[in-house]
């Protein structure tokens, strides 16, 4: 069962909420701006917080065998440079997962 695009995104939002992002980067993000790299509004501790709770909700769903680090590609952080890296990244290979705002 692969999970609505909107709740993906609905999910990453209300972590980003959550973990303090101000709410003028909230809307800039969900607008297409850059989240890591040189443009990127986040700073290294949102960023870590975010692929933290993300890895922790793919790490507690119990289809999946293997730990979200393991399955992520080389480049860590290329997947985090904007809001829909991360919907394809979490729609891609973690679709069976169900991502709760």
Do not use: W
Not at 11 to 28: E, R, T
């Amino acid at each position: 069962m692969s999970v609505p695009e909107k709740a993906t995104r609905e999910f990453i939002l209300s972590a980003l909420q959550n973990i303090g992002v101000a709410q003028d980067k909230l809307q800039a993000i969900d607008q297409g701006a850059e989240i890591y790299g040189a443009q990127g509004l986040l700073d290294s501790i949102h960023l870590v917080s975010l692929i933290s709770i993300i890895g922790e909700c793919i790490d507690n769903d119990a289809s999946q065998p293997d730990s979200f680090f393991d399955i992520l590609d080389q480049d860590l952080f290329d997947n985090f440079k904007d809001l829909n890296r991360i919907e394809s990244l979490l729609n891609g290979k973690f679709n069976h997962v169900r991502f709760f705002a």
